[in-house]
């Protein structure tokens, strides 16, 4: 019985809801109405403010065209007048460049003379400590060597093996 009168219902309202449509033809307006006061003027003050700043940059872009050809044709003015001094000054400079490379010459032969000796000189400071390095490794390792014969009677092949082993032990530790 419920789903009877569900069908029956549902038949009763395919007809058009003249209600429904008004009630969504007066919001539209409505809607419409709100759009234009809100939206629709400010968005073409916006429009207009864009162009007329479209306009003011073209007006500018093109002012800006004529000043830099007026400036281009400075630069080049400029330029001829700035080779022409440029060539003089090149032509100054070689002439101070000789004197001071003559200079320089003299100078660099000095100090590569005086590097030199002290160059020497160091090498011979590091010579010296090298071999008194020298002079006590081997003094420790005799001490090393004397103390181990001293506890053991060797046999001449015992003594070299003995002798390899402390350089080898000497060498570690470096």
Not at 62 to 80: D, W
Not at 115 to 127: D, P, T
Request: charged share 30%; proline share 1%.
């Amino acid at each position: 019985m419920f789903t009877s009168s569900l069908v029956l219902g549902a038949a009763a309202h395919t007809g058009i809801n003249y209600g429904d449509i008004v009630f969504q033809l007066l919001m539209f307006i409505v809607l419409m109405v709100l759009l234009k006061k809100f939206a629709w003027g400010p968005l073409m003050g916006i429009m207009k403010q864009r162009e007329e700043h479209v306009a003011n940059e073209i007006t500018a872009a093109e002012n800006s065209r004529k000043e830099a050809a007026k400036l281009v044709e400075e630069q080049r003015n400029m330029l001829k007048e700035a080779r022409t001094d440029a060539q003089n000054l090149i032509e100054s400079a070689k002439k101070q460049g000789d004197l001071q490379r003559e200079e320089i010459i003299a100078t660099a032969r000095g100090e590569a003379e005086r590097l030199k000796e002290s160059a020497k000189l160091e090498i011979e400071q590091q010579k010296e400590k090298a071999v008194a390095a020298i002079r006590e490794q081997v003094a420790s390792l005799s001490v090393l060597i004397a103390s181990k014969v001293i506890e053991k009677e060797l046999s001449a092949q015992d003594q070299d093996k003995l002798i390899n082993e402390y350089i080898q032990e000497a060498g570690e530790e470096r």
